[in-house]
């Protein structure tokens, strides 16, 4: 597994993932599958048609020990023993001219999230939510990388909220700039090694990235961000630029 698209590969060829081609709502439909899918010990789904546009919505991915150890290369009773024995010496990501995740850039106004199939998961949510976005920050005054995994609600076709608590790593490295602008890049389907490590108990400091190499076995390749000091996996379906304004 290298990237998304490979661990879907194996996840199909081991009877571990559903495409569903019918046309599904984003309007809580896509959430009442994922319940019923998850009560039910189901497949990762890919939805081919979420809501009324054309790109895919993959869920449910990593929801069992079994689709966690393919993303490895391992078996499930493999998983404590061969996280520590890869991760016990840290492989650095590397710096790349073009990745997969620039083939289609859109800046300014030409960005609009709402052309995202982000689902209205819940009855009583506020709106829809992207739920599985790795955060990549730096560290201000250190330039330590962070990626961290937050939900993000879509407010407009510009605007994104953020749940991210006062003791996140995010928020430790924004209180060392607190009046200046704080660059975030939200990457969506990436290695699966990284959606592993973001919301892993990392010590503060430590760069995802780098244990996620480590997992994979070889560095991870970045690009950097069109708009903002940061790098992003080149291999990730989807990256999105932003900042966290001062006071927000």
Not at 25 to 42: P, V, Y
């Amino acid at each position: 597994v290298t990237d998304l698209r490979s661990y879907l590969t194996v996840l199909e060829e081991a009877g571990e993932l559903s495409r569903v081609k019918l046309p599904v709502s984003l309007d809580q439909e896509i959430g009442a599958i994922c319940l019923r899918n998850l009560r039910g010990s189901g497949p990762g789904l890919l939805f081919e048609r979420p809501g009324d546009g054309s790109l895919p919505l993959a869920v449910d991915l990593m929801a069992s020990r079994r689709r966690y150890a393919l993303a490895l290369g391992i078996k499930p009773e493999e998983l404590a023993t061969e996280w520590n024995r890869r991760t016990s010496a840290l492989l650095a990501p590397v710096i790349v001219e073009r990745g997969a995740c620039q083939q289609n850039v859109m800046i300014g106004k030409e960005v609009d999230l709402s052309k995202l199939p982000a689902p209205i998961w819940n009855e009583l949510d506020g709106g829809p939510y992207l739920t599985l976005s790795c955060h990549v920050t730096k560290d201000p005054v250190t330039k330590t990388r962070n990626v961290g995994l937050y939900r993000n609600q879509v407010h407009d076709r510009q605007t994104l909220g953020i749940l991210a608590a006062p003791y996140t790593h995010l928020n430790l490295q924004r209180n060392k700039a607190p009046n200046e602008p704080f660059p975030v890049a939200l990457v969506l389907g990436p290695d699966p090694t990284v959606v592993m490590t973001a919301p892993a108990p990392i010590p503060f400091g430590t760069d995802e990235l780098a244990i996620a190499g480590a997992l994979r076995g070889q560095p991870l390749e970045l690009v950097p961000c069109k708009t903002i000091p940061l790098e992003v996996p080149a291999m990730a379906e989807i990256v999105i630029e932003g900042e966290i304004q001062p006071g927000e």
